[in-house]
């Protein structure tokens, strides 16, 4: 399992960008699958985006596309959710999360999916 730590939520008014970000420890995050979930009060957690270990293949729930952008670096052991054209809809509890993937094309998308879970950021969309 890794660790991960996100970071990069807070105030945004509605149309504004927000970069979330999840640092990964450990030397094998190259071979980690990762995706973005998000929860609000009272409702299960979303899959929000998700990414292979190759980065070469990415996938977004339907309500997010053409807006959030999921990318990585290996090298620097994060993932990112570039998030554009917020919405008041988009406020959540942002959770980053990894699951060890046998091939770099591979991709996940459910809750129980993945294994190792972040503690979460808080973005805030004002209308």
């Known amino acids: 399992q890794v660790q991960l730590v996100e970071s990069g939520g807070g105030l945004v008014q509605a149309g504004g960008s927000l970069r979330l970000s999840c640092a990964a420890s450990?030397?094998?995050?190259?071979?980690?699958?990762m995706g973005w979930f998000r929860q609000t009060p009272g409702k299960e957690r979303e899959f929000v985006a998700a990414?292979?270990?190759?980065?070469?293949?990415?996938a977004y729930v339907d309500s997010v596309k053409g807006r959030f952008t999921i990318s990585r670096d290996n090298a620097k052991n994060t993932v990112y959710l570039q998030m554009n054209s917020l919405k008041p809809e988009d406020a959540a509890l942002y959770y980053c999360?990894?699951?060890?993937?046998?091939?770099?094309?591979?991709?996940?998308?459910?809750?129980?999916?993945?294994?190792?879970w972040g503690q979460g950021t808080q973005v805030t969309v004002s209308s």
């Open positions: 999360a990894a699951d060890r993937m046998a091939t770099g094309w591979g991709i996940k998308f459910g809750i129980a999916d993945f294994s190792s």
């Open positions: 450990g030397r094998t995050f190259s071979r980690y699958v």
């Open positions: 990414i292979s270990w190759s980065g070469g293949r990415t």
